[in-house]
């Protein structure tokens, strides 16, 4: 079947053209009206409406396959401006962290949309300071710490008027411990949800790969938070992020105790044993389709998570998720 191109109307709508709606696409296209939005902000008759239709089609195409959704965020990488990739990342893992905590629909939207626009107040310095090779000058350091006022004030200057949106993106900084910024807040001073996308911030910057340093994976990610960051974060959430995502997360890539390499393609019985569709034999030939693992079985439980480099392995979401991950 050949794939139609993304046109200008889909990025309004969030659909492609095609009779088969692929998440990848949708989130692709997202991504895609979310940045002409917040790199052209305030010149939108109304960026409220429009941001919270973004965070609605991002919700669709979640709604469609979350694996496929999560795996977007490890695999899908390459895909436009790395600012705002992460936002919309951060979105999607936010709104299935908030699905978990038994959220109301309105209420989920309101966190999305607070994490869609976190970062604007530093949008036009974002790509260039994550490209740095050398360390921030002091004046950097200042926009990185004033980013979620100015971000507030913009928002506010371009007719954002919900005062939770607001509180969110003005306290995704903060930190239990109040050691975060910009004001030092500590515990319940600090709104919960901000709190939600304070957490999928860091997870996702964590297996983002940046000129200055390669990505972590997700494993060491999420050790890097409980063990690193458990002064400044929620234990709560923390427990009910990792039950969401999983140790394993959907879209790493694995070796089996039979030697297998393949791609985790969703959670399984437990939080240790996904589901993994196989992509390279035992002995390191590639074959000839993903043949799907239980890993609570100990010929295939998973030996270690791997870097695409280290596995050696090229694949094609599509693969793997089937239509609904098609480019």
């Known amino acids: 079947m050949v794939q139609q191109p993304i046109h200008e109307s889909d990025i309004e709508t969030g659909v492609q053209h095609s009779g088969t709606h692929s998440v990848l696409r949708l989130i692709n296209a997202a991504h895609k009206r979310l940045e002409h939005l917040l790199f052209n902000l305030g010149r939108d008759s109304d960026v409220q409406a429009d941001v919270i239709d973004i965070a609605r089609a991002l919700t669709r195409a979640t709604d469609m396959n979350p694996n496929t959704a999560l795996a977007c965020i490890l695999l899908n990488q390459e895909e436009g401006s790395y600012a705002v990739r992460h936002c919309v990342d951060s979105a999607v893992v936010s709104l299935l962290v908030a699905r978990a905590l038994q959220k109301g629909p309105a209420e989920t939207l309101t966190i999305m949309a607070a994490a869609l626009t976190m970062n604007v107040g530093m949008l036009p310095s974002q790509e260039q300071l994550q490209s740095r090779l050398n360390a921030i000058s002091d004046q950097e350091l200042a926009l990185i710490h004033n980013h979620p006022q100015q971000g507030v004030a913009m928002l506010e200057a371009a007719g954002v008027a919900d005062p939770d949106w607001l509180s969110y993106v003005l306290a995704h900084h903060e930190n239990e411990d109040g050691s975060g910024y910009p004001s030092g807040n500590t515990g319940d001073e600090i709104p919960f949800n901000a709190k939600i996308i304070s957490l999928a911030d860091r997870y996702c910057a964590r297996v983002s790969s940046r000129s200055y340093r390669k990505s972590l994976l997700p494993k060491e990610a999420l050790s890097d938070i409980l063990l690193a960051d458990h002064d400044s974060v929620d234990p709560m959430l923390t427990t009910c992020f990792i039950g969401v995502l999983g140790i394993y997360p959907t879209g790493a890539i694995v070796r089996l105790a039979n030697g297998e390499i393949g791609v985790v393609a969703g959670k399984g019985g437990s939080p240790t044993t996904p589901v993994v569709h196989a992509l390279i ?47």
């Open 281 to 327: 034999g035992a002995q390191g030939a590639p074959m000839p389709g993903p043949i799907k693992r239980d890993t609570a079985n100990p010929q295939f439980a998973v030996r270690e998570m791997l870097s695409e480099e280290r596995a050696g392995v090229r694949f094609s979401m599509q693969q793997v998720w089937g239509d609904e991950a098609s480019a």
